[in-house]
């Protein structure tokens, strides 16, 4: 079964938690829940785990014990096109058992690995292809109700 992925961002936790409780409500009907949170830092050469992404990622922790949080290697996007990039362009992070975030693999144990290199193909294509401009961001609908992220779906294979 796809998993669905719901772009979001908002600095307000109020903010966060609706859309959280909306999401939730909307999808578990479904048989879909939160796993977790991805995140972007806005500058290029910033691979940093702190701040805005652990305060959101605490946030959703609190309501699903079991999430995780995708941190995106901007350097890595980068090189998918150049055919470099094989390796997962993104870094996961969990909690441990003192709930602080730890970053997948870096005590020498599991990585994190994508089933065959899907991922990044899924990824490359939307690069190249410019899907990625169909992506649907949380509050677009502020602009446009046609682009409500209940309306629309964003599949994640």
């Known amino acids: ?77 980068e090189a998918l096109p150049k055919g470099k990039g094989l390796s997962p362009v993104m870094q996961l992070y969990t909690r441990d058992a003192s709930k602080n975030w730890k970053l997948v693999g870096s005590d020498g144990g599991s990585q994190l690995v994508t089933k065959e290199p899907a991922a990044n193909v899924v990824l490359l294509d939307y690069m190249s292809s410019a899907k990625w401009q169909d992506v649907v961001h949380f509050d677009d609908y502020l602009d446009d109700i046609s682009k409500h992220v209940l309306c629309c779906e964003v599949i994640i294979y």
């Open 1 to 77: 079964m796809p998993n669905l992925a719901v772009i979001a961002f908002y600095l307000n936790f109020v903010f966060i938690t609706v859309m959280v409780i909306l999401i939730e409500e909307h999808y578990s009907a479904q048989g879909l829940g939160i796993v977790g949170y991805f995140h972007a830092n806005e500058r290029f050469d910033d691979l940093e785990f702190s701040g805005v992404a652990k305060n959101i990622g605490d946030h959703i922790f609190r309501y699903f014990p079991q999430s995780t949080v995708l941190l995106l290697d901007n350097k890595k996007l």
